[in-house]
């Protein structure tokens, strides 16, 4: 469970050799009794192998365990780390140093100092023999990410000499922190209007789902022949025609450039991006709108994006959010040409909104799309308060046109 590395002084090995000198002399009497210096030279012996006993077996009982759970949080709450120390054995552990490193965002009450990628952790732990000991690390999610602890390491100082024995945990810390993207406010949502067919319930609408039925009415000229209702038109004796609900399809599909055209990522624009998804994804579950993301992040196997599935409601909303903590503006992102290109191959739901930069070659795509149907819209940041606006004003012509 653990590397140990051993930083200890050779001070007991050599004060053995003049031990060593004075025991053998205490048995030749015609050369005097040394009982004083033998003594010493003994105590020497024996402190030298008991420190090598205690530094070469102090972890054969030590144990480190922690929960395999997953903390998600917001910018700015309060969570606790947890870790359980276990000393099955004899050795006890006096005056050890617990250090903790973890991701940089988060932070600790403890004393703590900050490395490139990297805070580091240290509390005084002493652990007798036989005892468990619970320990309760408490963080602040400092911004949005995945927070794990990487690296555990105790300091124990040897008790029966001078040396220091490091025991670094080489095994995987599966505790997380999610830290959810904060929500930024976006304006203009309520521009998109139902107009496809679909599974949400509207007054009015040309689109009509046949398993929701609530009633019957007498059958009018034009109706259906498969929308009669048989059983109701043998008890009145008139043809009568099911009443159907009317729907609207509302998903909404987001398309996230996490990438400029030059290939530079700009930190604090991607955050600005993925705060504005996160209260739209929000947003659609409070209205249960179901939506999907498509983001031009590198996926497994290669993939040139990271795609989120259709769906709705509380969990869904939870792995969108996830999703998006998970974004790492400085990693393998991929051109957001080869994302429209497969989207462009797959079914659409009526709403496409794109988020970020985009460019002439993009605009095709877009094009297309609003041909066969679909309504596209962009989210305009020029105007300071983020909004929704059709990606083209009436003529045609593009709003939002960037060079990259």
């Known amino acids: 469970m653990f590397r140990k590395t051993i930083r200890s002084s050779n001070l007991y090995r050599w004060l053995t050799i003049p031990g060593g000198i004075f025991i053998i002399l205490s048995f030749f009497p015609r050369l005097g009794t040394f009982p004083i210096l033998a003594f010493i030279g003994l105590l020497f012996f024996v402190l030298y192998f008991g420190s090598r006993f205690y530094e070469n077996h102090l972890d054969d009982y030590l144990a480190i365990d922690y929960p395999n ?6 910018p700015g709450d309060e969570e606790n780390l947890q870790l359980s120390i276990m000393q099955k054995g004899i050795l006890p552990i006096l005056n050890a140093k617990l250090v903790v490193k973890y991701d940089i965002v988060l932070e600790s009450s403890y004393k703590f100092s900050e490395e490139k990628m990297t805070n580091t952790l240290e509390v005084p732990i002493t652990l007798l023999s036989f005892e468990k000991k619970e320990l309760l690390l408490p963080v602040l999610a400092k911004r949005r990410g995945v927070g794990r602890i990487r690296v555990i390491r105790l300091v124990v100082p040897n008790i029966l000499g001078f040396s220091e024995i490091d025991l670094l945990y080489n095994r995987y810390h599966k505790e997380e ?10 304006k203009g949502l309520n521009l998109l209007d139902p107009r ?15 398993l929701l039925q609530y009633g019957t009415r007498a059958y009018d000229r034009g109706d259906p022949f498969n929308r009669i209702h048989w059983k109701a ?28 055209e030059y290939g530079t990522s700009m930190v604090e624009q991607t955050e600005q991006l993925l705060e504005q998804t996160a209260y739209m994804c929000r947003f659609a579950t409070e209205r249960q709108i179901p939506f999907e993301i498509y983001m031009n992040v590198r996926g497994r196997g290669g993939a040139p994006y990271v795609h989120l599935t259709l769906g709705e409601g509380h969990h869904h909303l939870m792995n969108a959010l996830e999703l998006l ?12 040409l080869h994302t429209l290109n497969h989207l462009n191959q797959q079914p659409k739901p009526p709403y496409i909104i794109q988020i970020g930069e985009m460019s002439q070659q993009h605009h095709p795509f877009f094009k297309r799309w609003e041909q066969n149907g679909h309504s596209v819209y962009y989210l305009d940041t020029k ?9 083209h004003m009436k003529g045609g012509r593009a709003i939002n046109e960037k060079s990259g």
Request: proline letters at 6%.
């Open 325 to 336: 903590a998970r974004v790492n503006p400085l990693g393998l992102t991929a051109p957001l």
């Open 233 to 260: 038109t043998a008890k009145r004796n008139e043809l009568q025609t099911k009443i159907v609900e009317k729907v609207n399809q509302l998903s909404w599909c987001f398309i996230i450039n996490v990438k400029t």
């Open 69 to 74: 759970r997953k903390i998600r949080c917001y």
């Open 177 to 186: 922190v999610v830290i959810y993207p904060s929500l930024s406010e976006v």
């Open 383 to 391: 105007k300071g308060a983020s909004e929704l606006a059709p990606l």
């Open 196 to 210: 496809s067919n679909g599974d949400h319930q509207a007054k009015h609408s040309i689109y009509e789902e046949p």
